[in-house]
């Protein structure tokens, strides 16, 4: 049985169907932060998908930030406030636009420090994922990973943020945690059957843009293909 997850209620489909077991299933694997950070640098996106944005979408970068905790590696994740146009009270990484002139990776360690206080200097990048189109916001966002020794107090933009929490990589590929199916969409954007992934926290749920990020650092930890 899933955690009961947030309040938040999540738009679902006339048609859906059940996924299957995680791909990290009867795996165990090292998840401190010295391990993940081995098997992140000079990784490749276990997705491996090349694309650029449309002519319609804006360019933004998220930062997906480790940490050493009690049990191991744990990432940072915001709600996003209510007063925000798009997304509002979902759980998200740290991030925004990239403006003009600046790269996908000093966007990201911007935005970091900008929304919870994390400086740049106290972060070392290892990776990207893969780019990836939300269709509400019309974003196509590139999700740098990196990792800080640094653990200082968090402090909340609360503007953009309500709410940061660190969340331990072993409690995210918890049988209580994690589930996804398949959901059919018919929006002539957005057509066909795409997967969806979902983490059930006890007072949060991660979907959406964030959830199929974790997804995909989750199976690059593990050495396995989504």
């Not at 938040?8 to 391990?35: H, K, M, N, Y």
């Not at 979408?57 to 709600?79: F, N, P, Q």
């Not at 916001?137 to 990973?145: E, F, K, Q």
């Amino acid at each position: 049985m899933l955690r009961s997850g947030g309040t938040q209620v999540i738009p679902e489909p006339t048609r859906r169907r059940p996924g299957g077991v995680p791909p990290w299933s009867g795996l165990e694997v090292d998840l401190s932060l010295g391990a993940v950070r081995a098997r992140l640098d000079g990784s490749v996106s276990s997705v491996g998908v090349t694309s650029s944005p449309r002519s319609d979408e804006r360019v933004s970068a998220v930062m997906g930030l480790l940490a050493e905790g009690e049990s191991g590696a744990e990432i940072l994740l915001t709600r996003r406030s209510k007063e925000m146009t798009n997304h509002r009270g979902e759980i998200s990484f740290p991030g925004g636009r990239v403006d003009e002139g600046e790269s996908i990776v000093d966007a990201a360690l911007r935005e970091t420090w900008e929304e919870v206080g994390i400086p740049a200097h106290s972060v070392s990048v290892h990776t990207e994922l893969s780019p990836l189109s939300t269709f509400v916001s019309r974003s196509y966002i590139v999700p740098v990973i990196a990792s800080t020794d640094a653990r200082t107090e968090l402090t909340v933009n609360s503007v953009e943020v309500d709410r940061a929490l660190w969340v331990p990589l072993a409690e995210l590929v918890r049988p209580d945690t994690f589930t996804w199916e398949w959901w059919t969409f018919d929006r002539a954007a957005e057509r066909g059957e795409r997967p969806m992934y979902f983490f059930y926290l006890d007072d949060e749920t991660v979907w959406g843009a964030t959830a199929r990020m974790l997804f995909e650092l989750l199976c690059l930890v593990h050495g396995v293909s989504p």
